[in-house]
């Protein structure tokens, strides 16, 4: 904005002066016509000299012209050039005037008033030098004239010695006023510069200052629908996907991936997002891998911590940059996010910060899943046996009636024989094992759509979702006669055998509700338990 008002301000004094420069060959033609009418004879002798200075004055025009249309920074340079020849144009014109002080003095002092709008510091000065300059050559070359003019007037020598002091401090006093007119403007100019320049400084301080507020507000918000999405998400594999989805939206990366720790203690992929993501798996459980040295050190990395080789390889998968966060809990290490991209230098310390506060996200995410988990498990399952309980059963039975009245449901209801006995003679520790390994059995025949559960102390139940009674009678007697044939227990070098026994019902074919079908199969197993035990009964069968 400042370099567009100087250039103005030059352009238009430029072109004030190329008018001036029109008037003045106009002048020039003007001048030479009247004075060749009025003394008939004295050009006629000279029309090449005639011709000449008018085409070089032309020449002239049309030169500065092309310089100031065309050419603006070369006039810019050639100024001091440009000044000396308006002045040179403005003397040759005044030295045809005539006589030594006439009327075109003017012109001197249009051309100083002209150099008021400083191209450089002091050209007004310049211009004022030139033109007196200019002015005394003039009065050397003209004063012969004066003779005939005192004779013809009836002038003093005296009268045109104050006529040649008055011109040559005409062009002095306007000089200095010019000169002081442009000092006083080139110090409003800088001040006015000065002051644009402090509010484009102000202006722009304000504009980034509230483009970087704009942009961490839109974080914050991004942030929080993350955080209230996480936060939802109680299944862990959707939550890890939808986390590196997030992310590489967020950071704009090539890829992203999840990495946690297995069992073995080695680095394993959770998830990714974008492409070329399970070739990551190669460098990452190297011991100086970016991935490892975020775990060891629990702090950020990037690739200017990895190796020389392994980032050779990045190199060599299109990858030049890359971020890695590690995921941690108070009390553990859950893994690491690694975020990649094929620019060098992209995930700038802003980037790094919110991929920061993203992992802490994920981090309470993923520890609030793995909570849910737990309890969920806790709530669900027997923490004995690994069986679903009786609480999963109730819910699962439940939900099975709400989504259909007309249901096809077999029920078996296991009991071990003489288990009291077990507990009695050997210790509860004994008692647990026993019902630990008879879990461990019934699991084997447990499916989709039959399920095992622990009923109550040494009760075991399984139900066959669309399965027919003696369908579920076979799979009771096989399990019989596994149990039967397993030893649980060894004592006094003797393996210990335990046999169970089973009452099947189904519904509808002996009872109408669930309720009703539990009290047939419980009923089938009391029978079963007082014909000898060790059998598999169906409800109503003899």
């Not at 002015?135 to 009268?159: D, Q």
């Not at 461990?440 to 009760?459: A, N, P």
């Not at 669930?514 to 009391?526: G, H």
Request: aromatic share 12%.
């Amino acid at each position: 904005m400042l370099d567009n008002i100087q250039d103005h301000k030059i352009k238009t004094r430029l072109r004030i002066s190329l008018y001036l420069q029109l008037v003045t060959v106009l002048t020039f033609f003007l001048v030479v016509s009247c004075r060749s009418f009025a003394t008939q004879n004295h050009y006629r002798d000279q029309p090449l000299y005639f011709l000449a200075v008018l085409s070089l004055m032309l020449a002239y025009l049309l030169f500065k012209g092309s310089l100031f249309k065309w050419r603006f920074a070369l006039l810019l340079r050639l100024y001091r050039l440009i000044d000396l020849l308006d002045v040179l144009t403005v003397s040759f014109l005044y030295y045809h005037g005539h006589f030594p002080v006439n009327f075109l003095l003017a012109l001197y002092l249009i051309v100083i008033f002209l150099s008021t709008r400083e191209i450089k510091p002091g050209e007004t000065y310049y211009v004022m030098l030139l033109s007196l300059a200019g002015l005394l050559i003039n009065l050397i070359l003209l004063w012969p004239n004066n003779t005939a003019l005192s004779r013809e007037l009836g002038y003093t020598s005296l009268s045109f010695v104050f006529l040649v002091f008055f011109a040559l401090s005409s062009i002095g006093l306007i000089g200095f006023l010019a000169a002081s007119y442009s000092s006083t403007d080139r110090q409003l100019t800088s001040s006015l510069q000065r002051m644009l320049k402090e509010k484009e400084d102000v202006l722009k301080e304000i504009y980034l200052t509230q483009a970087d507020l704009e942009e961490k507000y839109a974080f914050s918000y991004t942030l929080t629908l993350i955080q209230q999405f996480l936060l939802e998400e109680m299944d862990e594999e959707n939550l890890l996907t939808n986390s590196t989805d997030i992310i590489q939206g967020v950071l704009g990366s090539f890829t992203c991936a999840i990495f946690g720790i297995n069992q073995n203690n080695q680095i394993e992929i959770l998830s990714f997002s974008g492409k070329d993501a399970p070739a990551l798996l190669k460098v990452v459980n190297q011991k100086d891998s970016l991935v490892a040295k975020t775990i060891s050190t629990q702090s950020i990395q990037d690739e200017s911590s990895a190796s020389p080789e392994e980032l050779e390889y990045w190199q060599s998968q299109g990858i030049n940059s890359l971020v890695t966060v590690p995921l941690v809990t108070k009390t553990e290490t859950i893994g690491v996010i690694l975020a990649a991209n094929q620019q060098k230098f992209s995930f700038n310390q802003e980037q790094k910060e919110q991929l920061m506060i993203i992992a802490n996200q994920v981090s309470l995410a993923l520890e609030n899943t793995r909570l849910h988990q737990e309890t969920k498990i806790m709530a669900w399952y027997d923490s004995l046996t690994g069986l679903y309980n009786r609480n999963y059963m109730n819910i699962f039975l439940f939900s099975l009636f709400q989504e259909s009245s007309n249901l096809l449901l077999s029920c078996i209801i296991f009991d071990l024989d003489f288990f009291k006995v077990v507990n009695d003679t050997y210790g509860h520790l004994t008692g647990d094992q026993v019902l630990a390994k008879t879990a461990s059995i019934l699991k084997k025949y447990s499916t989709q759509d039959r399920i095992v559960c622990r009923y109550g102390g040494e009760e075991f139940i399984m139900l066959g979702l669309n399965h027919q009674t003696s369908e579920l009678a076979v799979i009771a007697e096989t399990i019989r006669q596994e149990i039967e044939m397993t030893p649980f227990f060894v004592t006094d070098d003797q393996p210990l055998h335990l046999t169970i026994s089973c009452g099947v019902a189904g519904l509808p074919e002996h009872a109408s509700t669930i309720s009703d079908l539990l009290v047939r199969a419980d009923q089938a197993l009391y029978q079963a338990k007082n014909s000898g035990r060790n059998l598999v009964v169906v409800y109503g069968q003899k």
